[in-house]
């Protein structure tokens, strides 16, 4: 076996890391994690538009794990929970990397790789424009997600979004998104 | 026409619709999983309130932090709004940001791009 979602926890936390959670994703911890969040970022910065930034991203985030995570492979999900998802907030230089993790079934790995090329090669006008026509011209899903999250936290991002498909199984990848906003 | 009136939690805003008054507020913050359900009875509040409404409705949103989901309701939201306002009816919007909240000023842009309503942008000091 190749990949090892615990191995790849502990290293994406390494050092300076202040806020880190790994295991089910459901409304109850989504609001937990975010009041942690909101309490710890106090702590690590003075700047208010920052903090704001964080928790916007980390919000947008959590409901996109909500939404649209997998169901963990079968053999995992004993460990991890059914609904496993992770966050990893850490200082990196002049930045603060969020790292958001979860599975998605290999189906999907085509439709995001697009969705996330696509949405690094705009420009801010260029995201812009592109959150208000699909904001005004498409519908919510049934979800209540609206395409929207991606584009979002692209908009509030200090960089360009980084992102990696780990293989777990022929059916099952593990996605990782990284956003950054300087500090 | 009755009050609308809906008291905020840490995930949704505190809600109050005035018909006789014609003032209509959302204060907050706005993050559900299910935006839609919670906004329902905001949409349908105005639909009713539309057929009835007074010669000057004013309208203050201030929203701390809001999700995507719920981004297409508040839309919802100024659809409405400016249905009345085409029936000759006047509307106001006030929209109201933090200090510094950038992100939070050019949402409020954003709205005002798609509706056909002016917005007035106030910065909240302190």
Request: hydrophobic share 35%; glycine share 6%.
């Amino acid at each position: 076996m190749g990949f090892d979602v615990n191995q790849l926890y502990a290293e994406i936390c390494g050092d300076d890391v202040f806020f880190a959670y790994a295991g089910n994703i459901v409304s109850e911890q989504i609001n937990l994690i975010l009041e942690e969040i909101e309490k710890k970022s106090v702590e690590v910065s003075t700047n208010i538009k920052v903090r704001k930034k964080i928790y916007n991203i980390m919000v947008e985030s959590l409901q996109n794990l909500f939404h649209h995570l997998d169901d963990v492979p079968e053999g995992l999900s004993e460990t991890l929970g059914k609904r496993y998802g992770m966050i990893v907030i850490k200082r990196e230089g002049g930045d603060f990397r969020l790292t958001v993790g979860n599975f998605v079934s290999a189906d999907k790995v085509k439709f995001l790789t697009e969705k996330i090329a696509k949405i690094n090669s705009l420009s801010n006008d260029e995201l812009k424009e592109m959150y208000k026509f699909i904001l005004n011209y498409q519908k919510l899903s049934s979800k209540g997600g609206g395409g929207l999250g991606l584009i979002d936290i692209a908009r509030k991002s200090d960089k360009k979004l980084e992102y990696r498909f780990y293989p777990y199984s022929d059916r099952y990848y593990f996605y990782r998104l990284d956003i950054f906003v300087s500090i | 026409m009755d009050t609308l009136s809906i008291e905020g939690t840490p995930k949704t805003p505190t809600v109050r619709f005035n018909g006789s008054k014609g003032i209509i507020e959302i204060k907050g913050r706005s993050i559900p999983e299910n935006s839609i359900e919670f906004y329902k009875p905001l949409v349908e509040w105005l639909e009713a309130y539309a057929k009835e409404s007074k010669p000057q409705t004013q309208v203050n949103i201030q929203l701390e932090y809001f999700n995507t989901s719920s981004s297409k309701c508040i839309l919802d939201v100024f659809k409405k709004l400016e249905a009345i306002q085409k029936a000759n009816q006047g509307v106001t919007i006030n929209w109201f940001y933090d200090e510094d909240d950038e992100d939070m000023l050019e949402a409020g842009q954003d709205y005002e791009s798609i509706i056909r309503i002016p917005f007035k942008m106030i910065e909240v000091v302190g």
